[in-house]
């Protein structure tokens, strides 16, 4: 643990523990971790986004690294119900049929968290155990139920490398956020999908 961790570490008080604001509070948490990353942080910052006093988030978490593996956690509530993924017939139809706003501001919004932790993804295994979970593992699982199902058609080779497909899209978004600073919309993934995902998965380069 850090120098600010340390200083961010208070002792638990006594009183029973009111867990009525922890989603507020968490979500509050994500804002500003997206906003400063996570060395820029502090508990200060998080209450008055959450309109919460100080005395709150130490009864519930004793330290800015706890409340933030919390924080991070709770996003795996958003993944994706891989028992309603689209089925069009096609491996293109399904990828095409994922992208829809909401998902695009949730992957978004998930992108710019992961930016914040980097520094601390470096130093704690717990982190980096829980930013997987909750931001690599959810889309990478929904994709591998529709590379899967492109197999089953005989659409792809089965000895395709599923879990190298699953993972371009992803990573191509987190470089457009993270290093080059531009949005992910849906032009973008939809290019990604017919100029790479496509001829990598071994069937011709589509013309979106």
Not at 50 to 57: E, P, R, S, W, Y
Not at 101 to 114: C, E, F
Not at 164 to 173: D, F, S
Not at 199 to 207: K, V
Request: with cysteine; net charge neutral.
């Amino acid at each position: 643990m850090t120098q600010t961790d340390l200083d961010e570490t208070k002792p638990k008080l006594g009183r029973k523990r009111d867990h009525t604001r922890d989603s507020e509070i968490l979500d509050s948490t994500l804002e500003v971790l997206a906003e400063t990353g996570y060395d820029g942080m502090t508990i200060d910052m998080v209450a008055a986004r959450a309109k919460a006093g100080k005395a709150t988030l130490y009864r519930r978490w004793s330290s800015k690294a706890e409340l933030v593996l919390d924080a991070v956690a709770c996003l795996k509530a958003s993944e994706v119900d891989l028992d309603a993924l689209p089925d069009t017939g096609t491996l293109r139809g399904d990828l095409i049929a994922m992208i829809k706003a909401p998902t695009i501001r949730d992957a978004d919004r998930k992108l710019k968290v992961m930016a914040g932790i980097v520094s601390m993804i470096a130093r704690s295994p717990e982190m980096a155990a829980a930013a997987h979970a909750a931001l690599v593992e959810p889309r990478a699982s929904a994709n591998r139920v529709i590379f899967r199902r492109a197999i089953e058609r005989g659409e792809i080779d089965a000895d395709c490398d599923v879990e190298r497909l699953c993972m371009i899209g992803p990573a191509m978004a987190a470089y457009r956020v993270l290093m080059l600073g531009r949005p992910v919309d849906r032009e973008f993934l939809i290019g990604n999908i017919d100029g790479v995902i496509l001829p990598a998965a071994g069937l011709p380069r589509a013309s979106s």
